[in-house]
């Protein structure tokens, strides 16, 4: 049954980078008793397949590319069982500027109503406070 969880372990990460909590979920889900679930996590850990900093990192990229700010990624890497992470290769700040942007366009809000709306909008995007003043900065 070990073998069987392995495959099925395996079959899950050819699809994409899955963190060891992930895979421990899916694999219980499916009937997977925790004493099968860890020999073959620990097998695929071993052969390099599973890896949660490579999964961290396809995530950051992937979060990153969708315009999404460090607050949420934090949150939903924490969620996915990682908790550590490094996000200081990414400008957050540029980020949110440029989402802005693309989101609003170059022309700054013209009355707090605007201006409230878009600070929602990049606050619900994931971005801190700081983040979000400097995208308002021309």
């Known amino acids: 049954m ?3 969880a392995y495959h099925r372990a395996l079959n899950l990460l050819t699809r994409r980078e899955h963190s ?3 895979l421990t979920q899916k694999l219980s889900t ?3 008793a ?3 679930i860890e020999p073959a996590l620990a097998q695929l850990v071993q052969n390099n397949y599973q890896s949660d900093e490579r999964f961290a990192d ?3 990229l992937m979060r990153t590319n969708q315009g999404k700010g460090s607050v949420l990624i934090s949150q939903q890497l924490k969620q996915k069982g990682i908790e ?3 996000l200081s290769a990414i400008d957050f700040f540029e980020l949110a500027k440029s989402v ?7 022309q700054l809000p013209k009355n707090y109503k605007e ?4 600070q929602r909008f990049l606050q619900s995007r994931g971005f801190g406070f700081d983040e979000i003043k400097f995208s308002f900065e021309p």
């Open 100 to 106: 802005r942007l693309r989101k609003y366009g170059e």
């Open 20 to 22: 060891a909590l992930e």
């Open 84 to 86: 550590d992470f490094d």
């Open 34 to 36: 925790i004493e099968e």
């Open 115 to 118: 201006t409230a709306k878009q």
């Open 58 to 60: 396809a995530f950051v």
């Open 2 to 4: 070990i073998n069987q």
């Open 30 to 32: 499916k009937g997977y």
